[in-house]
């Protein structure tokens, strides 16, 4: 069945540094979303990618979807202590029966 | 408006029972699907109904069933509850597939 694999399982960031997730699938996807998780919540809706190599920034969140829709990644710049959470993609071949990553979690030093 | 919201938002049982889960969806969402989250992982698809009809089902075995009501609530029924069925029970609902809403979660611990 399908995969979605992200790395790292775990990201410690400096207040104020980058970095970037990863998120990689076994199949070809229709679609990938991003959802963040609070420690003791619920995931949050992120955004949605669609097209080959698209490319949607949200403030510091940069997402990119790859040319063979098998691969995205987030990047947040300049990192702050609201950023902590666990990060997630979550792709589908179809419109459902979304498939998530293992997720990233991010904790940051201030 | 209400997001979605389930209930009861923590549950014990014991191994062997069975346990229903409520979820109800954001008004005019039609989509209703279930996650089970255990610590430390992401979410695993159940179900996923739209419009009373089940269009997919996750690896789980039957003891997992679903089911979705005229107005677009769901439940989610586990029959012989085991040790490793304890997780965070997710629901989420969504109006085009286009990104899905959670819930707040059902914490299930079964002793």
């Known amino acids: 069945g399908q995969q979605v694999m992200q790395i790292p399982q775990y990201q410690h960031v400096q207040e104020g540094e980058d970095f970037t997730t990863y998120c990689n699938s076994s199949?070809?996807?229709?679609?990938i979303q991003w959802y963040k998780q609070r420690p003791g919540g619920h995931p949050v809706f992120l955004i949605q990618?669609?097209?080959?190599?698209e490319v949607k920034k949200q403030k510091r969140l940069t997402f990119q979807f790859g040319e063979a829709k098998k691969n995205s990644s987030l990047h947040i710049t300049a990192t702050q202590t609201t950023d902590v959470g666990t990060y997630f993609c979550?792709?589908?071949?179809?419109?459902?029966?979304?498939?998530f990553g293992a997720g990233t979690t991010v904790t940051v030093r201030a | 408006d209400a997001g979605v919201t389930q209930s009861p938002t923590h549950l014990i049982k014991t191994r062997g029972q069975h346990v229903t889960l409520r979820c109800s969806p954001i008004?005019?969402?039609?989509?209703v699907s279930w996650y089970q989250q255990v610590l430390g992982q992401g979410p695993q698809f159940i179900f996923q109904?739209?419009?009373?009809?089940?269009?997919g089902r996750g690896n789980f075995p039957d003891r997992f069933s679903a089911r979705q009501f005229p107005n677009y609530s769901s439940e989610l029924n586990v029959n012989a509850l085991l040790l490793g069925d304890s997780a965070l029970y997710l629901c989420?609902?969504?109006?085009?597939?286009?990104?899905?809403?959670f819930g707040s979660g059902t914490r299930l611990t079964v002793v």
């Open positions: 989420a609902s969504s109006l085009t597939g286009d990104g899905y809403t």
């Open positions: 199949t070809t996807l229709s679609n």
């Open positions: 990618l669609v097209k080959s190599g």
């Open positions: 979550a792709g589908s071949p179809n419109d459902y029966k979304l498939s």
């Open positions: 008004s005019g969402h039609k989509s």
């Open positions: 109904y739209y419009e009373k009809e089940e269009r």
